[in-house]
């Protein structure tokens, strides 16, 4: 692996994409592969700037990356865009990183775009792309952006692999609308209302006031950052340059008050349990002789005929003593 | 079992006591004891309204709860009062269901007030906290409440064992306090801003009017219903009553939209599944030969070493095929 990690640092896109293949590759020896090759470029990640970006369908995602990614390149950064969407795989094909959405930035040698790595599971799609940001960051890459629509528990993942999580709302993103899924305000270090251009400039600036009531009622993630509420036009390039800035303001206030490194390392800690957890419970399912036992204990649960601890013991029970060989 | 299971079905008080215990022990034998009586009452369970309440300390829990208990059982009902609080076994004693804080509740022999059972673990407090309210549903309880003042993940393991969740505020509780924790107002079917007397009746009213603007922001858990936010005084006995009957057309709510059972089964499959989680996690960390391997990976991922799901990889092979006796 050691030619293809050099030329990674060396910044060949070529060897960054090969890489990125092997990551998500599900075959064992392409898994050991990519294992070895991420081992080698650990002590050459960790230096670019993880940035979360979630908000519904039409709020502007990739209009807004854009221009963003326009000024990001503009202060002579480099800027890589990866996406998290665990439904593609079923509907086909990803509305995220989709380059014909973000022409502009896919043709600048600054930028780099890919799509949502294509898995089975939130799990296994997080996994790759995180890797793939490891990847990037080895790569040189300055800012790294992660998208995601919001399938499932997708922003609580992207979150819990990024600096700092952007919200991108439309105006009147309040009573007209279904409102947004709960508990995604809170992961927000950052609010964005987008669209405020036209006869929708009066709606967004209240829209973007009603949030910054609602954050007053919640304790902010870290003391001394209460979550910005902003307006922008992504699509008349409006606000772009006081978000970044904004954004730079957190970068500096999660350095100064040495907040980013403990925040990733408990990440990383935290990911890696429950990337065991979930391990664990793959294998249990795994277990052919465990599949009719799983069945009937999680229908009788679900009918209320056995306590839901009773159940899990039974499981957890005969899957560990089946693994010894001998029943107890 | 039968004996005690009958005597707990026929209302004998002392019968149900002798059962929370057992179920509270963590002796191998009690714990089947446990098992066995619990499977043996589980078609007498799910007859009452469970009812969770969270709140900081200060804002009035045990007034609150004293004040509608009174009014349930002028109804003619039985109330069941339990709590979930982990810190308490490294407090030496918890402030929840402690019954010099609800005096006149426990005189009534229509109510029942357990504190909160020992623990190590969350998991553990809240499984057994379960069980009791299966008892208590067993014993004839018609609504049974559990308590929590929030540590750690508290809230959402009563949010996901009880058919509705009440967030108890105090006036104010916006700008002027820490504001409540992320997640726990969208756990909420209904808010309710306590303390609303005196000289606070106009600043209770302002907060329950934030609260109602923050929550036309969010989509609510279950459409038809958006969660109320009132305003009430324990101290005085003032819109308790008002509160019960919202809480009732709640209770309707969910019985006539069909959301009840299926919620409740939901709760019972999802909690079954991380019970085991937690076990299996639990059964990897009591495997001597784990210890160092499990150390010295958590810290290679946690200093950026290693990748996170390396390192997950790394532990759950081993503790699998150590299972199995043959290293692959």
């Not at 800027?79 to 995220?96: E, K, N």
Request: aromatic letters at 4%; hydrophobic letters at 40%.
């Amino acid at each position: 692996m050691e030619p293809l990690a050099n030329d990674i640092l060396s910044g060949n896109r070529r060897a960054l994409s090969k890489a990125i293949t092997l990551v998500e590759s599900t075959r064992a020896d392409h898994r050991q592969q990519a294992d070895e090759l991420l081992s080698a470029l650990m002590p050459h990640t960790g230096n670019s700037f993880r940035i979360g970006i979630t908000g519904s369908p039409g709020v502007g995602k990739s209009t807004f990356i854009e221009a963003i990614g326009e000024t990001i390149i503009a202060r002579g950064q480099k800027l890589a865009v990866l996406a998290i969407d665990p439904s593609s795989a079923r509907s086909g094909g990803s509305i995220l990183g989709d380059k014909t959405r973000m022409e502009t930035l896919t043709q600048n040698e600054h930028a780099f775009i890919r799509p949502t790595p294509a898995g089975q599971t939130l799990g296994g799609v997080a996994r790759r792309s995180f890797e793939t940001m490891l990847l990037c960051e080895a790569a040189g890459f300055d800012v790294v952006m992660v998208e995601t629509v919001g399938v499932g528990q997708s922003e609580t993942r992207v979150a819990d692999m990024t600096d700092m999580f952007l919200l991108l709302l439309s105006p009147g993103g309040g009573d007209e609308l279904q409102g947004i899924k709960r508990g995604i305000m809170e992961l927000a270090d950052l609010l964005i209302v987008n669209k405020a251009d036209g006869t929708q400039e009066t709606l967004a600036k209240k829209t973007a006031c009603d949030y910054r009531n609602a954050l007053k009622l919640l304790r902010p993630r870290h003391a001394g950052w209460t979550p910005p509420v902003a307006t922008c036009s992504a699509l008349e390039g409006a606000g772009i340059t006081d978000l970044w800035n904004t954004i730079s303001k957190y970068r500096q206030f999660l350095n100064t008050n040495d907040v980013l490194d403990p925040q990733r390392r408990a990440q990383m800690r935290a990911w890696m349990w429950s990337q065991i957890s979930e391990g664990l419970i793959e294998a249990l399912h795994k277990e052919k002789t465990m599949a009719r036992l799983i069945s009937e204990t999680e229908k009788a649960v679900y009918e209320g005929r056995l306590p839901a601890s009773t159940g899990a013991n039974t499981l957890i029970q005969t899957f560990l003593t089946g693994k010894q060989g001998d029943p107890k």
